[in-house]
């Protein structure tokens, strides 16, 4: 069975880091594109980052390129998203979220398995 | 980037109705749409991907279709667990997007 958990999410100031992480079971992670969404209080899904499957190409939105690292441990089956320098707005839900084919070069792609999600807070 | 433009942003149905769910693309993304249903304080659900195939395990009285800029999401007979919020999302090119979001309610 496919299972994607989240963790790290909490409270953190304006300006500090946290590391999200995201545990796979159930398949072997870099066969796929990984992927990083977010979604805001009340507000609707937004694409945060991807790493693509076999090759270590990454791509990042706009709003987080320079502050975030994606990354992927092959031997732990696991996703990260370093996120450093947060701001109010980063504030939302994280969604760890598998991509559909698992094409060795896939980056862009639909989203097949989710994650319960991480709260991630940037409060004073 | 390309922008996903759905609507309606709020539907009202009954039970039983077939309702339709546009999203729009700012330029051609040829058949790169999916579909995720969503509920308040869950993950989002795969519904549809290549705008008209179904993901395994979903009714069919899902059904997607269109290409190029238009796209529609039906459910052909509205049932009580599917009132939620519908997304489509884009994966023509990087970055990903997401359209606004349809939420579905009770008439």
């Known amino acids: 069975e496919v299972q994607l958990v989240e963790s790290g999410g909490g409270l953190v100031k304006p300006g500090g880091s946290l590391r999200l992480s995201c545990e796979a079971s159930g398949f072997t992670l870099s066969s796929y594109s990984m992927n990083w969404v977010r979604q805001a209080p009340g507000k609707g899904l937004e694409w945060v980052s991807s790493f693509s499957s076999t090759w270590s190409y990454t791509y990042y939105a706009d709003s987080v390129r320079g502050r975030f690292t994606i990354s992927r441990d092959n031997a732990r089956n696991s996703l990260y998203l370093q996120m450093n320098s947060l701001r109010a707005e980063d504030t939302a839900v994280y969604f760890c979220?598998?991509?559909?084919?698992?094409?060795?070069?896939?980056?862009?792609?639909?989203?097949?398995?989710w994650g319960l999600g991480t709260l991630v807070t940037v409060s004073s | 980037d390309i922008q996903m433009t759905q609507s309606p942003s709020t539907l009202s149905a009954s039970v039983g109705d077939r309702v339709t769910i546009t999203c729009r693309a700012s330029?051609?993304?040829?058949?790169?749409l999916a579909w995720y249903q969503q509920k308040p304080g869950k993950a989002p659900k795969f519904l549809i991907y290549e705008a008209s195939s179904l993901e395994s395990g979903v009714p069919s009285t899902f059904s997607g279709s269109g290409s190029g800029t238009e796209f529609t999401l039906t459910i052909s007979s509205l049932q009580p667990d599917d009132f939620a919020t519908y997304y489509c999302?884009?994966?023509?090119?990087?970055?990903?997007?997401f359209g606004g979001g349809t939420k579905v309610e009770i008439k």
């Open positions: 330029q051609s993304i040829s058949r790169w």
């Open positions: 999302q884009q994966y023509n090119s990087f970055p990903l997007t």
């Open positions: 979220a598998r991509g559909r084919i698992a094409v060795a070069g896939t980056a862009s792609d639909s989203f097949d398995y």
